[in-house]
């Protein structure tokens, strides 16, 4: 809902979302060992995971414009997740499927977070200034009933933060603009890495969540010069502590490896940024270029001692768009990442190409496409890095290449009708997964 106060932009906006996830996945693992003499054992295990989420959040807003030069906005906002999930393992023992209790459980979280913003936003001459700050309170309640093996555990957390945000910017007269950023953020884990449940890859590699992972915090800044609006060159720096990474956890007198998110002692990133949103390579081929050089660092304790990790790293991201004559087009994007660093591993580069090409007819109302959205199938991730003294190689080779088509037809134009765009976004969608 939307109040207009005046003719001059005041407003109040109240808004009220519900989101529902669920989740039901069912595993079989048929393990075949053999030894050098020839030998073999198999080893028969299932599993059934089920789990849902419910997102409910509410928030009011008020624009408060003073002037065409002067902004204020403000605004409160509350959200309630609830989840509750279980997973049920068994073994093949002999002809019959017998409980595994020490990988079953269930997991029941609720949590609750109340914000509260105010900013105001302030230009003379060429200058301009949007400076804010967020303030966010946050309460969690945590349950793992037990059973034959585990023991029932709970627990609750509770925090509230302040988070700035300062951008200053100046116009040159030939249009040409320079900024100035600032800001400290929040990332909270994501839910799968809150959930203690432990997911079976193959009787060498299992992953676990992390009902002890605390969230990361964040301060960004950057400096940016852009050019007519089009050409973008930037450097910036982050520092963040607490950074929520998977590590890679070899427990003693076992070849088993548990992949669990944790919290390192801090992470830090810095670089060059420069981009293109508009390329004109020819009349009818438009391009836009980014290219970045990033150093990424980590640091973490392991039995006491400090272990470092860094990588300066390549980015390179191109898209194009073709008019081809007689209502044709295509498309070309790709991307291409020098070797990183994440953590305690080393990512080996990775890259992409994806294409589609469409044509138009019955006077512009329908439209016959083709694409894919990694062509060579090179979309593969290969990492490798030391821990607890061994050295450890993982080369994930899925098949993620997709060939598709698609028809559109259009029957009439219709109406017009105005969206209501909300200023934020209502969920954190990247946290939900189970």
């Not at 609006?229 to 427990?251: D, E, H, M, P």
Request: aromatic content about 14%; charged content about 20%.
């Amino acid at each position: 809902m939307i109040h207009k106060i005046d003719s001059i932009g005041k407003e109040i906006s109240a808004s009220f979302d519900y989101l529902h996830y669920s989740v039901n996945e069912d595993q079989l693992h048929d393990d075949l060992f053999t030894a050098e003499n020839g030998s073999s054992s198999e080893t028969l295990s299932k599993g059934l995971k089920d789990g849902t989420i419910g997102m409910y959040s509410g928030r009011v807003d008020l624009s408060y414009p003073v002037s065409d030069k002067l902004t204020f906005e403000t605004g409160v906002k509350s959200v309630f997740v609830n989840i509750d999930n279980s997973s049920a393992y068994k073994n093949k023992v002999g002809a019959n499927w017998r409980p595994d209790y020490g990988l079953s459980s269930q997991f029941i979280y609720d949590e609750n977070i109340n914000a509260a913003y105010v900013s105001a936003k302030v230009s003379k001459n060429q200058f301009n200034l949007e400076a804010g700050f967020r303030i966010e309170n946050t309460n969690i309640k945590g349950h793992q009933p037990g059973n034959e093996e585990i023991s029932d555990s709970s627990f609750t957390k509770s925090y509230t933060n302040i988070f700035p945000t300062v951008v200053l910017s100046y116009s040159f007269r030939n249009k040409n603009t320079l900024n100035l950023t600032y800001g400290r953020r929040i990332d909270r884990p994501n839910y799968a890495n809150l959930n203690p449940f432990t997911y079976i890859f193959d009787a060498y590699t299992y992953e676990q969540g992390n009902t002890a992972l605390q969230p990361q915090f964040s301060d960004n800044f950057d400096l940016s010069y852009i050019i007519k609006s089009n050409y973008r060159v930037s450097l910036f720096y982050s520092n963040t502590q607490q950074a929520i990474v998977k590590s890679y956890l070899l427990k003693e007198n076992s070849s088993r490896v548990y992949v669990m998110p944790t919290n390192m002692a801090s992470y830090n990133s810095y670089g060059l940024r420069m981009g293109v949103g508009n390329l004109p390579i020819l009349s009818f081929w438009q391009s836009s270029v980014n290219v970045g050089i990033t150093r990424n660092n980590y640091r973490w304790n392991e039995d006491g001692v400090t272990n470092k990790n860094g990588q300066t790293t390549i980015l390179f991201n191109m898209n194009n768009r073709i008019n081809l004559p007689k209502d044709w087009s295509a498309e070309l994007s790709g991307f291409y990442n020098s070797k990183m660093v994440l953590g305690q591993m080393f990512v080996f580069p990775m890259w992409r190409v994806s294409a589609g090409i469409q044509k138009k007819f019955w006077k512009g109302n329908a439209t016959l496409g083709i694409y894919s959205n990694d062509i060579f199938n090179s979309y593969r991730i290969k990492v490798s890095g030391l821990f607890n003294g061994s050295w450890a190689n993982v080369n994930e080779q899925n098949d993620r290449c997709i060939i598709g088509v698609s028809f559109i037809f259009r029957f009439k134009k219709g109406s017009e009708s105005k969206e209501f765009k909300k200023k934020r976004e209502s969920f954190d969608t990247k946290r939900i997964n189970l």
